[in-house]
């Protein structure tokens, strides 16, 4: 029992992958009105922007910790490539044991696919890459597979900016630098139970995904800081929360904004289906 938690702890953890601070001035409220509206306009350019590079670490409870580094897109769904590597926690110490200290991932809109090692490779019939359909993901045990779904079709940098407009929780921080870039520094705590529409310019489509997502991950609070230059583009966030598997602390760093990205699914004959290694390894929830 242990073991299959722990698998799907791991699993969770990988979805969530798909994410050294700057110095902060001292707090002040600079108004609610002109920092929602300054989201805004940071949620309308990173939409036009279409795409990005992005650098991240992630830590979840006892489970993983990790960065990665790679090229997202999200005109029509999301595509793009991470490589990604496991740095601490249960998760990384199961991937070393696999021979997998780390991985390239791709990003289709119809799913998104993992690469393990040749070693890893060798024990699960000769294929390299691992197949998660965000549909499959949508169907698994105990409402981890919609949590999945969402993260995976989520990992775009205007997301978090999405968040702090449906919480209405936000103030203006100060002026600050991140890797040289002068920038605005916002933060804001999401409540779950207080994510509302009014004045945050969400659908109710859009924010009963932002609760589902949170909900799923066992999360009441989460603080967000955000880091948008004069371009009104993101630069940096930080989200920090309490989930039902530990604390989780994601940081991420975005440029070259508008950066051509390409992704295509690896060849079928070296790819296997998610569902049915998780199936071939007794995961529960796997269908």
């Known amino acids: 029992m242990r073991s299959t938690t722990v698998r799907r702890v791991g699993f969770a953890a990988l979805a969530l992958a798909l994410t050294t601070p700057a110095a902060c001035g001292d707090a002040r409220d600079d108004g609610q009105d002109r920092s929602l509206a300054a989201l805004r306009s940071a949620e309308r350019s990173t939409d036009r922007a279409e795409s990005v590079r992005v650098r991240s670490t ?164 989460e603080t967000v800081d955000l880091w948008i230059d004069h371009r009104n583009l993101l630069v940096k966030k930080v989200e920090q929360a309490d989930t039902a598997q530990g604390s989780l602390v994601s940081t991420a760093y975005y440029r070259d904004y508008g950066v051509r990205v390409v992704a295509e699914a690896p060849p079928a004959s070296d790819t296997q289906d998610f569902t049915r290694l998780a199936r071939s390894k007794g995961v529960t929830g796997a269908r």
């Open 58 to 221: 992630l830590s979840y409870g006892k489970a993983l910790s990790l960065s990665s580094d790679g090229a997202l897109r999200w005109d029509d769904g999301v595509t793009g490539h991470l490589t990604i590597r496991y740095t601490g926690g249960t998760l990384a110490a199961a991937m070393r044991k696999a021979g997998t200290p780390s991985l390239s991932a791709r990003y289709l809109p119809d799913a998104y696919y993992a690469r393990m090692s040749d070693t890893f490779a060798q024990r699960s019939g000769g294929r390299h890459w691992i197949r998660y359909a965000y549909a499959d993901l949508a169907r698994g045990g105990e409402g981890l597979g919609v949590y999945l779904k969402d993260q995976m079709r989520n990992t775009t940098p205007n997301q978090s900016v999405k968040m702090l407009l449906a919480s209405g929780d936000v103030r203006r921080v100060g002026a600050e630098r991140v890797q040289g870039t002068a920038a605005t520094h916002y933060r804001g705590r999401v409540r779950v139970a207080d994510l509302a529409g009014r004045d945050s310019g969400l659908s109710a489509g859009e924010l009963a995904g932002l609760k589902r997502q949170l909900d799923q991950a066992g999360v009441s609070t």
